[in-house]
Structures are given as structure tokens and as C-alpha cells.
């Protein structure tokens, strides 16, 4: 015979107002998470002193320890704004040119590590940090000189400055296509020579020609505005990119066979990943048009180089203007460098006053950011959430680690943890509703309370799998407006027994399920009891007969003992069946004081939980 359908009894103490514990709403940008454990009042001790508050860049300087003050070292030249904001809020070590040995030795020392292009952080640095490095900054776009998957296991968060330098690498790429076309550089230094060779550098005109863009991320289609400005009739390949917003440009999405077979020029924007390595090799140029032309301001590593000097040499490919090398810099007798037809700058894409100074904040930004808990948007190893998704979710955050951390606790032992069912009820279609910000926080909710691990955005994936639990996400689509992007949240562990049985719902999980109410999580089921209590401070459930003066019996040994009560509220079966109580303390009840509440005789069991 089914249970009958639970009911919800809400009591509220009339407390004096001073006492009520008022819920701080979360700002509406930003999203507070933990990255790293900080000490018993707060505070994380970290290096500090911070230097003197110029605004140029300072000599290599040691950090000195301080109290309370996280320590960034700035590996490679930054801008002046970008230092002078990360000395608002850390100690700033800009040691530049390290060897990878300076490097290992400095930074067990640093909370965080900005870095550009040259400076290679990979296992061997993370490993020597000893688990202080919290975060890396690629002062940049291009993430492949960090190792990715070491940070991760690390728990490091790695960001990087999308957005500031595109612009100037889209003019880069721009000013080497014009020059190319036109050869100019080569022109400029025939006449410098004492030369007068006006019919042996006669270019091409850009007017009608194809150019493919390879990589139609941001800097790629920037490029295809301004080469449509220049009158070329632009295509591009890149698999992830939205047909609509190709549409929207005037460019036409093509395979990557239609786009070499094709293109007069080839302009690559595209990262160094090991899909993408030497991705311009032999077989790739003799496919391409005769006398194509090559414009790289992405990576060096996605061109063979020594295909690219074959295939110039053979009139396969006529010229070639090249920002990037697969080694920087290049050797100084590199056979593609020296090429006639090959134009090379040093790594110039970013290379402008106002994209240093924009990647020098944009960069300072999100790594002070980070180290302050919060998440950037930027953040290249962690789910990836739009910053308008990520303040909607902002208190569904906070909701996802509590309930986690709560359902956990009511495992009896607190180990042999395998399965975990988290249930997301909403209104919105599954594609509008992004959940892997939520479950990384249920996964660093159930996990730390159980072991020594510390679980962050970052490596919550990796920390569940390492530890053999599994995390299970399920949707149910619920009636209503879409405008709430959650009704509830519901957190399952399965196969475990409970130190409080009640929390074991009929299908045999101990299950919890909670809301979001004007901005502040709260607790509204228990196994099959709801209940209604805000997810503050600590908790106290009680199973008990359901009977008159409870309550009042309850609240009289916690106010005999000072322990301030927040809220209250009862889940019943049935009028005078059982009932759960759930009691919201503000500080934590001494055990003399549980055990006066266990001596309570309709009170069946009850546990303590810290939220």
C-alpha cells in the first residue's frame, strides 16, 4: 500500500529582529566558490610584501612572506595597468627570463603565475609548487605551453585573455596578407640595398579572391570582416563554429577539403592541439590550388615547416607570411625563414600599445579574480559558463555544494561511497540549462567533507573519478515559466546506510532536495518528509512522534544552552504519525546539549549537520 502523500508544517520562532539571520544576496556578476582552503577565521597565509606601488615594470624581485596577502609571479613582461591592478591585491614578484630551474625553485612560493608565450609550464612546475599554485594566467589566447591536464589534477585553474589582442592580431594578419600580395617587405629591402626593382616585385590584387579562413573562433572572424572590407570572397572551415554567425559576416561555411582545394590565400587562426599539429603538411598542400598563398598568426606547429619549404620550393605554395614558429625564435640559417617568398615577423599578432595594456588587465583581472574565489569566465580547464548564466546560477551554486555536503554526512561511516544521482527540475529544455558548474560543486560537496582531498571547479571530474564514485545527472522537465532555471535540486546516494534512517527515501537512497527562495538555499525534503529550512549555519534533523509541545521542547534545551535557533520547520507523514523536524542553528550545539535533545522521549533519532 502506498504511503500517504507527505505534508509540510512551517513553525517560525518569533525571535527579536536584531537576531534573525539575514541572507546576502550574491552580486550579480560574480559567483564566490572556494579554490582553496583557507585557514580557521578565513584568511589564507600567503608570501607577501608587496613592492613599491610604480607602474612600470620592476627588476626581478624576491617574494618576502607576509600575513594575508596571496603572492603572483610574473614570469614574462606585463603591462604597467595590469601590474598596478594585481598589487591592489597581492605581492608581485616579476622575475622575468627564469630558467625552467629558477622557475621549480620559485614556485612553491606563489599563489598564482602569469605567463605569455615563452615560458613553458607543464608537470614539473605544478608538482613543485606543492599544491600552493592556485592559479596560471596565459597573458594571451593560446593555452598550449600550460599543461592542461596537469593543472587539472592539481586543482589549478588556468585562464587565459581571450578578447584583448584580437583585434591587433586580425590587423597582424591583415597587414601580412596586404603585404604579402603587394611584396613589400621584400621591396623595402631591395631599395635599402640601393636597388631599383620595380618589375621583379609586381603583386597580386586581393579584389575577387578567395581567401579560406581556417579557425573562425574570434581573431578569424575579425580577419573575414576586414578581408570582405578588401573585397575577397571569404569561406571558412572550423567545425565548431555557428553557420548563423558565418551567415550574419558574409561567409559561407565549407569543408576542410573545399576550402584548400579552392582558397588563393589560406589564413590559419586556429590552437595547437594534437587534432591541429602539422595539420599543413605534404599531403594537405598537394591538395591546394597552385600558387596559394599562406598567412600564419595562429600557432608555428600547425604547419609542417619543412612540408611548407618542399612545397614553396616546388611553386605549390607561391608565398607565405608567417608570424609564429614552431620553434621561437627560429634558428638563424632556418630554411623557411631565409626563403625568398616567405615573409616572417617576430611574433608580432598582439603586438600593439593598446592590446598589451587590454591583455595586461584582462589577464590581472581574472587571475585576482580567481585567487578572491571567484570564477572566471575565462577559465580554460573548467566549465566554461557565460558570465549571464553564471549570475543566474549564482545562488543554485551555493544550493549545489550544501545539499551535496549534507547528503553526505548522512552516510553512516561516511565511506564506500560509489553512486551519486543528482536530479535537476526545471522548466527550460535541456539545452538551455548548462549543469556541469552544478554538479562539479555537488562532486566538491560530497567528496571533501570524506577525505583529505580538496575539491575545486577545476578538478572535480577528476577527483570523483579517481576516487571511483560516480556522478549520474538526470533531468525532469517540469510545467511552468522557463524564467526560473531551476524548481529543485535533488542529491541521491545509493547503496550506503544512514545514520539517520529517515533520509532514506522508499526507493532506498538517502535523498535530500532543496530550492532556491528569494535568492537563499533552502532544505525542502528529507528521504520522503518535506521540510522547509534555509541551508544557513548548521542543522539539526529530528525524527519524532508527531505530538503537541515538540517543538517547544526542542527549542527550550537549545535556548537553555544559548544555541540561537534560525528556523524551524516539520514534515509529517500524517497528523499524529511521524514527523522530521528540521532546526537551523547558528552556532553549534555541545554534545551535552544533543544529548539532552536525544533524552526527549518522543524524539526517535537526530543528527547534526554542518552546512
Not at 612600470?56 to 595597468?81: Q, Y
Not at 596578407?177 to 613589400?184: D, E, V
Not at 545509493?494 to 532544505?523: C, Q, R
Request: one cysteine or more; charged letters at 20%.
Amino acid at each position: 500500500m502506498a504511503a500517504p502523500s507527505p505534508t509540510t508544517t512551517h513553525h517560525r520562532l518569533l525571535l527579536p529582529a536584531s537576531t534573525h539571520r539575514r541572507a546576502a544576496a550574491l552580486a550579480p556578476s560574480t559567483v564566490r566558490l572556494p579554490i582553496r582552503a583557507r585557514t580557521a577565521h578565513g584568511a589564507r597565509i600567503c608570501a607577501a610584501a608587496a613592492p613599491a606601488a610604480s607602474t612600470a615594470s620592476p627588476p626581478s624581485s624576491a617574494a618576502v612572506a607576509v600575513e594575508g596577502k596571496p603572492t603572483v609571479l610574473v614570469a614574462e613582461k606585463l603591462g604597467a595597468a595590469g601590474l598596478a591592478l594585481l598589487r591592489e591585491f597581492a605581492n608581485v614578484d616579476c622575475s622575468y627570463g627564469l630558467s625552467p630551474e629558477e622557475l621549480r625553485a620559485k614556485i612553491s612560493l606563489c599563489d598564482a603565475l602569469i605567463v605569455r608565450s615563452g615560458t613553458k609550464v607543464g608537470r614539473d612546475v605544478f608538482e613543485a609548487s606543492g599544491g600552493r599554485l592556485r592559479v596560471v594566467g596565459r597573458a594571451g589566447v593560446g593555452i598550449d605551453n600550460v599543461d592542461l591536464a596537469a593543472a587539472t589534477e592539481h586543482g589549478c585553474l588556468v585562464v587565459n585573455a581571450p578578447t584583448a589582442n584580437t583585434v591587433a592580431a586580425a590587423e597582424h594578419g591583415i597587414a601580412l596578407l596586404c603585404g604579402m600580395a603587394r611584396n613589400i617587405a621584400q621591396a623595402d629591402a631591395s631599395l635599402k640595398a640601393g636597388k631599383w626593382a620595380r618589375n621583379k616585385y609586381v603583386g597580386v590584387s586581393l579584389v575577387g579572391k578567395t581567401l579560406a579562413i581556417l579557425g573562425f573562433g574570434k581573431v578569424g572572424s575579425e580577419v573575414a570582416r576586414r578581408a570582405k572590407g578588401l573585397g575577397m570572397h571569404v569561406i571558412a572551415h572550423d567545425p565548431y563554429a555557428s553557420a548563423d554567425r558565418a551567415r550574419a559576416i558574409g561567409v559561407e561555411l565549407v569543408s576542410m577539403e573545399e576550402a584548400m582545394t579552392t582558397a588563393d590565400f589560406i589564413s590559419l587562426h586556429m590552437p595547437l592541439t594534437p587534432a591541429t599539429n602539422k595539420m599543413l603538411n605534404d599531403e594537405a598542400f598537394a591538395k591546394m590550388k597552385k600558387g596559394v598563398r599562406i598567412i600564419n598568426v595562429a600557432r608555428g606547429g600547425v604547419i609542417d615547416e619543412d612540408a611548407l619549404v618542399r612545397a614553396l620550393d616546388a611553386g605549390i605554395v607561391a608565398q607565405a607570411a608567417l608570424d609564429v614558429f614552431t620553434k621561437e625564435p627560429p634558428a638563424a640559417d632556418s630554411k623557411l625563414v631565409l626563403h625568398e617568398n616567405v615573409t616572417v615577423t617576430p611574433h608580432l599578432g598582439a603586438s600593439t600599445v593598446e592590446a598589451q595594456e587590454g591583455v595586461a588587465i584582462e589577464i590581472a583581472e581574472a587571475v585576482t579574480g580567481a585567487l578572491k574565489g571567484e570564477l572566471a569566465a575565462s577559465a580554460v580547464n573548467a566549465p566554461m559558463v557565460p558570465a549571464e548564466v553564471l549570475s543566474e546560477l549564482a545562488p543554485f551554486v551555493v544550493l549545489a555544494e550544501k545539499l551535496g555536503r549534507l547528503a553526505v554526512q548522512l552516510v553512516a561511516g561516511g565511506g564506500g561511497i560509489k553512486s551519486v544521482k543528482v536530479t535537476y527540475a526545471s522548466a527550460r529544455a535541456p539545452d538551455d540549462l548548462d549543469t556541469r558548474l552544478l554538479r562539479a560543486m555537488i562532486t566538491k560537496g560530497v567528496i571533501e567533507p570524506i577525505s583529505d582531498a580538496f575539491v575545486n571547479l577545476v578538478n572535480a571530474d577528476f577527483t570523483a573519478k579517481q576516487r571511483g564514485i560516480r556522478i549520474s545527472e538526470e533531468r525532469i522537465l517540469m510545467d511552468g515559466s522557463p524564467e526560473t532555471p531551476l524548481d529543485y535540486i535533488q542529491v541521491q546516494i545509493a547503496h550506503v546506510e544512514s545514520k539517520f534512517p529517515s533520509a532514506i527515501s522508499e526507493s532506498g537512497e538517502i535523498t535530500v532536495e532543496g530550492k532556491v527562495k528569494d535568492g537563499v538555499p533552502h532544505l525542502t525534503k528529507v528521504g520522503a518528509f518535506e521540510v522547509d529550512v534555509s541551508m544557513e549555519g548548521s542543522l539539526i534533523l529530528c525524527r519524532q512522534v508527531d505530538q503537541p509541545g515538540m517543538i517547544g521542547a526542542v527549542g527550550s534545551v537549545l535556548g537553555e544552552e544559548n544555541v540561537n535557533v534560525s528556523f524551524m520547520s516539520v514534515g509529517r507523514i500524517a497528523p499524529r504519525k511521524r514527523a522530521v523536524m528540521a532546526i537551523g542553528v547558528d552556532e553549534e550545539p555541545s554534545k551535552s546539549t544533543l544529548t539532552k535533545i536525544g533524552k526527549i522521549p518522543a524524539i526517535e533519532e537526530f543528527v547534526f549537520l554542518k552546512l
